[in-house]
């Protein structure tokens, strides 16, 4: 199970509503270049948001990863979440980036 999935289940069951109803409009208050960047390992956007000192960075990259859907990479063949389509095919990051390099 997911760090977001399991911290908000655990602040449920202490009762902290405060706590609870901030993870759950996290939607609301992080933006979707935001999200994506958290997707891609900027940990520089925590400086952006106003989020509580109680809130960690694994648990908002839990939150922002958690209904990525892995696809098969066309060169590696390797089940990722994060990557590129390019003509209708799904290359992983670390394919692209090692396909970058070397061009």
């Not at 994506?36 to 839990?62: C, G, H, T």
């Not at 095919?89 to 396909?99: A, N, P, R, V, Y």
Request: hydrophobic share 35%.
């Amino acid at each position: 199970m997911q760090a977001y999935k399991t911290v908000l289940m655990e602040l449920k069951r202490k009762g902290d509503l405060e706590k609870v109803k901030w993870l759950e409009g996290m939607n609301k208050r992080i933006t979707k270049s935001q999200k994506q960047r958290i997707i891609e390992n900027d940990n520089e956007v925590m400086q952006e948001l106003f989020a509580p000192k109680w809130v960690s960075w694994d648990l908002i990259y839990s939150w922002a990863t958690e209904g990525l859907e892995k696809k098969n990479c066309v060169l590696c063949g390797k089940k990722d979440s994060l990557g590129m389509d390019f003509k209708g095919k799904f290359m992983c990051s670390g394919c692209f980036i090692e396909l970058k390099h070397k061009i």
